[in-house]
């Protein structure tokens, strides 16, 4: 069947509601609007559903979340997981949310399988905590997490709490390909599957054993006591955040804690905000007009499902946006200062951070005895290294983090978790005020003692439906024509998705063109390390269509470290263009 056949089914089906054909008779004219919304599938990965809320196959909708759950529950019903079964589902705050959650649970409950609902919106960690706690085999939350307000999303879990494995994610795709969009999809209102006993609501016992989790994995609590005039402005972005962050806090002990009010509104069209987004500076110029005003040190913000949280800090009379990498340095070596001071920091303590996060980390564990891990990019594969050595007690899991502004301490939980670092900052902050610094100032030393580092992220965004065949061609012309260098001649070439890195430049014994595995499982990353220590990755984001460019510069202070930035931005932005 053709995009224009499929256009046309979904115009005079029954099963179509009348809402979304009008929609549809409203783009009867444009052609190229009919092709990209039809002519494939949203695409279904481990990352689960993302995409613009609009109808069609390849649009957030309730026939595509329909259609994705269906998948899921075919695949559940193939499984044996021992002692696992049901389904926890919660949702954010953006538009269509909940509508989305109940289509989920309709889709489950007809399919024979329990599901745990969430009485209203949670944090995406939370989701990750509850399944465990509900011995369910899987998870699904409905969000979009920083992206615009036109999107939303469907991530799923499995019974580890970790996201959907690469082989179970493949199932369900192809499950999806197998079957129809109408034909194969079994419904339930949602009403009549929790009279049938179907659906269990969920809510306030499982805040406060997951609230009582995050505050176990405080270093310091008495720092937050003893610094009671510490006053923090706190965002949730219109999201989440807006119940248990400064609920959290207030357990721990927190005196002075400012919201936003304009921000604890809970609203999908986040009015305030061009983008929901916690690693912009632009996102926080309310919390910044607060902290002015009442002379605070510390501003947090967490994006709308709860698991990233970004830091804006004071430097003088400024206010300074941390980066992504920054707070993870700064949390890892605070977690590891105050459990050396309580005698709490475990002899096999490890740390996970991703390949494109900061190699600042690594120096950080290596002069403190704490063991670095590094895995691929996506908190999944953190979540798998916390349940590996749960299993085997090879390492005692202390932090890991992404660059992109997600952290997790504590094993509660398998997915980053913007609470607890939300958590964490504000306790550290505490900590550093006690001896009369900023965390700006505390960052500074640190460069001072581990090395100058400066990273970037650049995204290059494409437009268009067909923005993931033209990611795709980049990627493929990147492999067929390997640059000599980024600003720096290139020593190696990690290709994830071959499994082989490559050396260019004669290193340690080895001669150009010899090759070895990267030890690492597959994925669509290329990763070049340059002379002086440097470092370059392109990768297609799995949930938005843009080639992110990491950049990874240090040297013998800032300024050449500043430099050596300069240098790759300027030869891998001329390298990779949209």
Partial sequence: MNYREEYNRWLVSDLVDEATKEELRGIAGDEKEIEGRFSKLLDFGTAGLRGIMCAGLFGMNVYTVRYATQGLANLINSSDEPGKSGVTIAHDSRNNSDLFAREAAGVLAANGIHV???????????????????????????????????????????ADGAQLPPEHAAEVAESMKRSDIFDDVKTMDFAKAASDGFITIIGDEIDEKYLSNVLSQSASAESVRAAADFKLIYTPLHGTGYKLVPEVLKRLGAKNIITVPEQMIIDGNFPTVASPNP????????????????????????????????????????????????????????????KKEAGALAPNAAAVKSVVSTPMANVICDENDVTMIEVLTGFKYIGEKIKEWEANGEHTYLFGFEESNGYLAGTYARDKDAVVASML??????????????????????????????????????????????????????????????????EFIRDYASGVVTVVLPACGAAPG????????????????????????????????????????????AASAGAALDAIRSALTDIVKA
């Avoid at 969430?118 to 409905?142: C, K, V």
């Avoid at 946006?321 to 977690?335: K, P």
């Avoid at 995204?459 to 493929?476: L, R």
């Fill in 116 to 158: 745990y609902f969430f009485e209203s919106l949670r944090p995406t960690p939370e989701l990750s905590f509850a399944l465990r706690e509900t011995d369910s085999i899987a998870g699904i939350n409905i969000t979009a997490s920083h992206n615009p307000k036109e999107y939303n999303g469907y991530k799923v879990y499995w």
């Fill in 279 to 338: 690693d912009n500076i632009g996102t926080f110029g309310l919390a910044i007009d607060l902290a002015k005003a009442n002379d605070a040190n510390l501003i947090i913000g967490t994006d709308p499902d709860g698991d990233r949280c970004g830091a804006v800090v004071r430097n003088g009379d400024e206010f300074v946006m941390l980066s992504g990498n920054q707070i993870g340095v700064l949390l890892l070596d605070y977690l590891i200062q105050a």
């Fill in 425 to 490: 900052l504000y306790e550290m902050a505490c900590y550093y005020s006690l001896k009369g610094l900023t965390l700006y100032e505390v960052l500074q030393e640190m460069y001072k003692k581990y090395g100058f580092f400066k990273e970037e992220v650049i995204s290059i965004q494409f437009e268009g439906f067909d923005a993931q065949d033209k990611m795709a061609a980049v990627m493929k012309d990147l492999r067929a024509n390997p640059p000599a260098e980024i600003g720096y001649p290139i």
């Fill in 514 to 557: 010899d090759t070895y595995p990267t030890g690492l499982p597959s994925a669509n990353m290329l990763f070049y390390e340059l002379t002086g220590g440097s470092k370059a990755v392109v990768r297609p984001s799995g949930t938005e269509p843009k080639v992110k460019l990491y950049l990874m510069a240090q040297g013998s202070d």
